[in-house]
């Protein structure tokens, strides 16, 4: 069965840095774009990076406007593993993080394969 696994959530403060990791296992997913969404509290799920791999040598990524410049999506296919680096954070990245994998890239939350999240807190 497919899962996806995220960890390396944590309490950070405003400016610092911190990777989160998404293990997959169950299925291949080297041709399926992987993403990282948010929850806040009160909020609705939103969508933060993903990246997609073309099957040859190039990878895709796609981010939020709220995130561009500050985090980083990549993928390690041979580990079936997707990582976040966040750096910059600050207290509205205060979120779960979701890890997420579908066919194709979309940035609504209609994706196929979803983890059961990560906390991450950012302290002022």
């Known amino acids: 069965q497919a899962q996806l696994v995220e960890s390396g959530g944590g309490l950070v403060q405003a400016g610092d840095s911190l990777r989160i990791s998404c293990a997959a296992s169950?299925?291949?997913?080297?041709?399926?774009?992987m993403g990282w969404f948010r929850q806040a509290p009160g909020k609705e799920r939103e969508f933060v990076a993903a990246?997609?791999?073309?099957?040859?040598?190039?990878?895709?990524?796609y981010y939020a406007d709220s995130v561009k410049g500050r985090f980083t999506i990549s993928r390690d296919t041979a580990k079936n593993t997707v990582y976040l680096q966040m750096n910059s954070l600050k207290p509205e990245d205060t979120a779960v993080y979701y890890c997420?994998?579908?066919?194709?890239?979309?940035?609504?939350?209609?994706?196929?394969?979803w983890g059961k999240g990560t906390l991450v807190t950012v302290s002022s």
């Open positions: 169950g299925r291949t997913f080297s041709s399926y774009a």
């Open positions: 990246i997609w791999w073309d099957g040859r040598s190039t990878y895709y990524p």
């Open positions: 997420a994998a579908h066919t194709i890239v979309v940035l609504t939350t209609a994706w196929s394969y």
